[in-house]
C-alpha cells in the first residue's frame, strides 16, 4: 500500500480544494497557448463564492506567473 502522501496534497491557501485544481487548470491553459499575451479567467459556484478568502484567485496568477489575467466572480452561476 502507498503512503497517505501519495493521496493527500498540501496546497496554496486555507483551502486546498480551491487552490490546487484552478491552479492546476491554470498551467494547462498556459502549457496549451503559450503565446498568449493574457488570460480572462471566470470562477463560477462556490470557487467564485469563497475564492477571494480562500486565495483562489491568487493560486491562478502565481501558476501564470508574468502573464496578466483577469478574475471574474459569478458566484450564482454553477
Known amino acids: ?3 497517505l502522501r501519495a ?3 498540501i496546497g496554496h491557501g486555507p483551502s486546498s480544494s480551491h487552490t ?3 491552479r492546476r487548470a ?3 491553459f498556459k502549457s496549451r497557448f503559450p503565446q498568449a ?3 480572462s479567467v471566470t470562477l463560477c459556484g462556490s470557487l467564485a463564492a469563497t475564492g477571494r478568502g480562500h ?3 491568487q ?3 502565481a501558476a501564470f506567473g508574468e502573464i496578466p489575467i483577469q478574475v471574474q466572480w ?3 452561476e454553477v
Open 7 to 9: 493521496f493527500y496534497r
Open 37 to 39: 499575451h493574457s488570460f
Open 74 to 76: 459569478r458566484s450564482r
Open 59 to 61: 493560486a491562478i496568477a
Open 26 to 28: 491554470a498551467e494547462i
Open 1 to 3: 500500500m502507498e503512503s
Open 55 to 57: 486565495l483562489t484567485d
Open 20 to 22: 490546487m485544481a484552478p
